[in-house]
């Protein structure tokens, strides 16, 4: 099921991937409902609240999909996502399959 997401300029989006219980890969797709702007997107499975410098992933410059392939002893996917001046966005999270319809 696709989510809808606006993330306000400057204010940071907290999200939760649940890992446990799920097949790899992971892929996440971002579909921009409004023009892209800056989006940036930290994941951690150890940091609640990743940020650039507290991440082990860093996409940016608004990324399109994220992918993870092996996350075997990880309970979840952290995210962050940042943006200067604001962005609509879909995301759409699938796992067991690298064809996201």
Same mark, same amino acid.
């Given at each position: 099921?696709? =989510?809808?997401? &606006? *993330? &306000? #300029? $400057?204010?940071?989006?907290? +999200?939760?991937?649940?890992?446990?219980?799920?097949? +790899?890969?992971?892929?996440?797709?971002? @579909? &921009?409902?409004? !023009? %892209?702007? @800056?989006?940036?997107?930290?994941?951690? /499975? *150890?940091?609640? !609240?990743?940020? !650039?410098? %507290?991440? !082990?992933?860093?996409?940016?410059? $608004?990324?399109?999909?994220?992918?993870?392939?092996?996350? #075997?002893? +990880?309970? +979840?996917?952290?995210? %962050?996502?940042?943006?200067? /001046?604001?962005?609509?966005?879909?995301? =759409?999270?699938?796992?067991?399959?690298?064809?996201?319809?």
């Amino acid at each position: 099921m696709p =989510h809808r997401i &606006y *993330v &306000y #300029e $400057n204010v940071p989006f907290f +999200a939760k991937v649940q890992l446990s219980g799920n097949r +790899a890969p992971l892929k996440i797709r971002i @579909d &921009y409902e409004t !023009e %892209a702007g @800056d989006l940036c997107i930290f994941g951690s /499975t *150890v940091d609640r !609240e990743p940020t !650039e410098k %507290a991440s !082990e992933y860093v996409y940016k410059k $608004n990324p399109k999909q994220i992918k993870l392939t092996d996350f #075997e002893g +990880a309970s +979840a996917l952290y995210l %962050a996502l940042i943006s200067e /001046t604001g962005v609509k966005i879909t995301v =759409h999270v699938q796992f067991g399959t690298l064809t996201l319809n």
